[in-house]
């Protein structure tokens, strides 16, 4: 894992005074809400329906077990005993007070975190695959790359006031687990003659206008690696539109003027940017990637005993295989049935932590689906970790099952949803409670927006619900067909809305049209997209 | 009115014209870019400004960022003012970026300005100020 060293440190430190100056300023008056916002919003700290919620970076979902602890710590002494995941691989808090956050900032810095660039029309928080350094089909470490661009992004002098904000993903494996190319930026390192580099795709994004990132480079070398989106990101602020929020993100741009001529431009301002010399060394590089080197992985294959059914049933849906004999990657779902999807309490947090330090070489992992990850679990010791797991509540079976569904706060919190999504999630996944059930319908990725931003990710969803507001009622539209995965592609639409419990009614339509239908170890995506709508349309709406 | 000047020379009395006055009648030594005109269009006419005025007329429209550097990187050396809606905590940015004089339509606070310029003093990026990047501090 990556260290600070004192520059890193000094950087973060100096956030946290310029905030809490900022911070005294707001709260003697010396600055309007309207000049305070974009100061806490590039902090990470947005004003909802209720209270400051305060989003804080967890760079490439990748954390130690100190680092967890400070989390469970924030929830306890500042917020509610509780944090919610994000899909961008962070955790929110709810109920901050703004003029306690001065110093769960400087309690973040502790641990070297913070909360940068969690907002705003900035680059956000770098994303990756959380089973980076775990995967067996991986070409190289991604997260090396991932912390050259959060150094790179982190107070970008020409970058920070973007037409809107930009989201970069790295991933290093043909397997997609980061949806890479629904990202402003995606980065696909591959190997080309021994030499690693990166295939550059640009202008993905969910949002109310859903984009596959088309590639724009097949191969950008590592130590051209910061030219080259120094170039992307130029011809973005200079040329992605302002005029309309709604159509201000780079994917705009690159749609409206076609990705060849995107393409064209970036390699015109590539060939000045490139002259200028801001590219560091490959030794910085190397001394980033050193943190990221294997652990001292020692423990011998085993052979499991699947004596204790439940504990079968998790080794199967939730542990998945790692690249060194011996060891498994475990992934913790934080979507028990009837619960609020991505939440974790300061105890469970805690839990966590401790097995990540005891079992886990001290690394725990975020996912985009709102899960937990401990990357590089000895085979031996996974019965003891499931146990405990177990005892704290945090051992559903349920890994891209339909109950592991990716919602967003919905209107129980945000100020710009038109729907709840909470709700809708935990009657699903109640409706669905037979694990015997879910498991017999396989991988079926389920994704839930309260509103057209889609931070529930409802265009990549195989089943997407998107909550709309019609005339003063909550109604939900469904989606089938999108793929955040390798096999990308955005949902359609499948006819009108419903209210809360007929969309649950549809899903379960939905899902008996597939088993009648499915062939061989078809998935329900699969089925879908083989048959076509009518079948399901005719089964929901018939 | 310019409010903040980290230059040492005299202040240009002429006024400045727009990019389209100034790409017809060549004479003059001032321009002024609105946030959609493109600052290349001056790199053959650097060597004789002496003020190039970048307009923010917003503050959260962040091109006159990028119309500074292309003219910092193409090596003019005149006097580059930000004029508009620029607030305190952008100056450090418009510093980095090689903006060297401030026209701020609501009057800043001298010393917040100060305090926002000397919050930071390691950067992670190269750009267009003499501040050596933490990279290069680090591998020399």
Known sequence: ?542 | MVEFRYRDDEVTEQPSVTLDAFLDQSNATAVRLEPDDDARALIPFLDRLTLIEVAFPKYRDGRGYSSARILREAGYTGELRAQGDVLVDQIAFMRRCGFDSFAPEGSLNPEAVERALSTYDQFYQKAADAAVPVWKLRHG
């Open chain 1, 1 to 542: 894992m990556y260290k600070y060293d004192n520059y890193d440190q000094a950087i973060v430190d100096a956030r946290v005074a310029e905030f809490r100056d900022q911070v005294k300023r707001r709260m003697a008056g010396e600055i309007t809400e309207d000049q305070f916002k974009p100061l806490r919003l590039m902090n990470g700290l947005y004003l909802q329906l209720h209270a400051y919620m305060l989003r804080v970076a967890i760079p490439y979902g990748t954390m130690d077990s100190r680092q967890m602890r400070m989390l469970a710590h924030i929830a306890r002494k500042y917020d509610r005993d509780y944090g919610h995941f994000t899909t961008r691989q962070n955790i929110q808090y709810n109920w901050i007070k703004l003029e306690e956050c001065p110093d769960l900032l400087a309690d973040l810095a502790t641990v070297e975190m913070h909360a940068i660039q969690t907002s705003g029309n900035c680059i956000r928080n770098i994303s990756s695959d959380q089973y980076a350094g775990a995967a067996a089909d991986e070409v190289a470490d991604p997260r090396p790359w991932a912390e050259l661009l959060r150094q790179w992004s982190t107070f970008h002098p020409e970058f920070s006031y973007l037409p809107r904000k930009f989201k970069i993903a790295v991933i290093a494996s043909p397997e997609d687990r980061a949806a890479m190319r629904l990202h402003d930026i995606g980065l696909e390192l591959v190997k080309q003659d021994g030499e690693l580099g990166a295939r550059v795709f640009v202008g993905g994004g969910m949002g109310r206008t859903p984009m596959i990132a088309p590639e724009i480079n097949p191969f950008v070398k590592a130590d051209d690696l910061l030219s080259y989106i120094e170039a992307c990101l130029r011809v973005y602020n200079r040329y992605g539109r302002r005029d309309n929020i709604y159509k201000a993100r780079i994917k705009i741009l690159v749609h409206e003027i076609g990705a060849e001529e995107y393409r064209r431009q970036v390699a015109e301002e590539f060939a000045h940017v490139k002259t200028l010399g801001i590219d560091p060394p490959l030794a910085e590089l190397e001394r980033i990637s050193a943190f990221f080197a294997p652990p001292a992985f020692d423990a011998g294959e085993v052979e499991l005993d699947r004596s204790d059914p439940d504990f079968a049933v998790w080794l199967d849906q939730n542990v998945k295989p790692h690249k060194q004999a011996g060891y498994a990657i475990v992934n913790i779902s934080l979507k028990p049935i009837g619960g609020i999807p991505g939440d974790a309490s300061s105890a469970q947090i805690d839990v966590m932590a401790d097995l990540a330090e005891k079992y886990s070489f001290d690394e725990l992992r975020v996912t985009h689906a709102q899960n937990i990850v401990l990357p590089h679990v000895a085979k031996r010791d996974l019965y003891a970790v499931w146990q405990a797991l177990r005892e704290a509540e945090l051992a559903d079976a349920n890994l891209d099952l339909i109950s592991d569904i990716i919602a967003c706060p919905g209107l129980d919190y945000c100020s710009l949803a038109n729907a709840r999504s909470i709700p809708v999630a935990q009657k699903i996944a109640t409706r669905f409670a037979d694990l015997d059930r879910q498991r017999d319908l396989g991988e079926l990725k389920l994704k839930i927006s309260g509103c057209i931003n889609a931070c529930g990710h409802h265009h990549a969803g195989h089943i997407g619900i998107l909550g709309v507001d019609r005339k003063g009622i909550e109604n939900y539209q469904l989606t089938f067909g999108g793929s955040g995965a390798e096999d990308v592609s955005i949902g359609k639409i499948i006819g009108p809305g419903f209210d809360e419990d007929g969309v649950v009614d549809a899903v379960e339509k939905a899902t008996e049209v597939y088993k009648k239908l499915r062939e061989g170890d078809e998935r329900f995506l699969d089925t879908y997209r083989r048959v076509g709508l009518d079948p399901f349309k005719e089964a929901i709406y018939g």
